[in-house]
């Protein structure tokens, strides 16, 4: 499938599973949004907190 220019956003994708999705979403051609718990370079924090 075709992703180019298309936003995807990936909770959990700073390792295991969520990580290979977000990878294969970039070779893709998305601009990919990584949201987990574990600090790094995305976006950190948990999307159940209000």
Avoid: L, N, S, W
Avoid at 4 to 17: H, M, R, S
Avoid at 24 to 38: L, M, N
Wanted: contains cysteine; hydrophobic residues 40%.
């Amino acid at each position: 499938m075709d992703f180019k220019d298309k936003v995807v956003v990936v909770t959990g994708g700073a390792q295991g599973i969520g990580r290979c999705i977000a990878e294969e979403f970039q070779k893709a051609g998305a601009h990919v949004c990584v949201i987990d718990k574990q600090p790094g370079d995305y976006f950190v924090g948990d999307i159940a907190d209000k």
